[in-house]
């Protein structure tokens, strides 16, 4: 066993930058940073939009609401590694190229926003009706409701699911290396699987456990930072 590990170690893709480990690994943390920041950039006001237009009184809204949704619904439930490969023309019209980890995003994106839309439209069914109740009263506007109540009351919440979001995003970005996005999937395909190095795929499912740990224990701290229940009790 630790004969096994000794050669293991002596794995140049160890030790080397260029097309090694650790460069895979930061290529894998920027497809993920970058695509949770488009996702929420856009995710969250789909999230709000849902919300706010459901059980709207006006035909035309609820039409809108019910055409985005199923929308939602289709990309959601679409298998990523056929959405990125059916993406290829469109990545390779916004970035100029098919693979790689910018032409990856493309397609983490679009799976990525319509998974969190729905999340976050969950976490606002979950405030009570009656805070939002009683500012409307007030006199507050829908805008006024919307980021005094409902974004501050949701928030633990929302910060829960773009941890979960987070993480199905790294997932993704696994799989997109069977189409040469780049990072860790990637490398376990080519090298690990194709090439026929065990060391490397272990290695690399080592290190996406420790990337998703570390986001879900980061992301747990965050939601109990903010959820003024949890500080009341």
Known sequence: MIETLQEWAQNPLFHR??????????????????????????????GIALFETDGSTSPMVRTINQVVGFVVNVL???PFFILIIALIPVTAAI?????????AMVALTIAAVPFAARLFELNLREIPAGKVEAVAMMGASRWQIIRQVLIPEALPGIIGSI????????GYTAMAGSVNSGGLGQLAYNRGYTGYQTEIIVATVILLVIIVIAVQVIGSRLARAVDHRARAS
């Not at 941890?163 to 790294?170: K, N, R, S, Y």
């Open 17 to 46: 930058w260029e097309g090694g480990l650790w460069q895979n690994t930061v290529t894998t943390l920027y497809m993920t940073g970058v695509t949770m920041g488009l996702t929420v950039l856009l995710g969250l006001p789909l």
């Open 76 to 78: 959601r439930s679409f």
């Open 95 to 103: 970035t100029g190229r098919s693979t790689g980890p910018n032409a």
């Open 163 to 170: 941890t979960t979001t987070t993480i199905a995003v790294i």
